[in-house]
């Protein structure tokens, strides 16, 4: 599965934004697929998860602010981000995991601003 990440930009604070994450090959539909974010200095932490199943996880700092989805015919994971906060500010990136694989997609920078 190889990954391409997109969607980040320059948005205000209370504002939203819509990354995607595009895969190709054919495991998609059998890959966990996770949004990890690196803030500068910092270390790359979950920001949520997506099951094959359709089971979600969100990372604390996001829950209530952030929905996961996945669209399998199009082999897209969302990231809809909704009342961004300036701690928000960081490189998205995303990770599909299977039995055999553990791939990354390149970052998508989002930068939140007061």
């Known amino acids: 599965v190889q990954l391409q990440a997109s969607g980040g930009g320059l948005v205000q604070a209370g504002g939203s934004l819509r990354l995607s994450c595009a895969a190709s090959?054919?495991?998609?539909?059998?890959?966990?697929i996770t949004w990890y974010r690196q803030a500068p200095g910092k270390q790359r932490d979950v920001v949520a998860s997506i099951l094959i199943g359709g089971s979600t996880y969100y990372a604390g700092s996001v829950k209530g602010r952030f929905t996961i989805s996945r669209d399998n015919a199009k082999n897209t994971v969302y990231l809809q981000k909704n009342s961004l906060k300036p701690e928000d500010t960081a490189v998205y990136y995303c990770?599909?995991?299977?039995?055999?694989?553990?791939?990354w997609g390149q970052g998508t920078e989002v930068t939140v601003s007061s």
């Open positions: 090959g054919s495991n998609f539909s059998r890959s966990a």
């Open positions: 990770n599909a995991m299977g039995s055999t694989w553990n791939n």
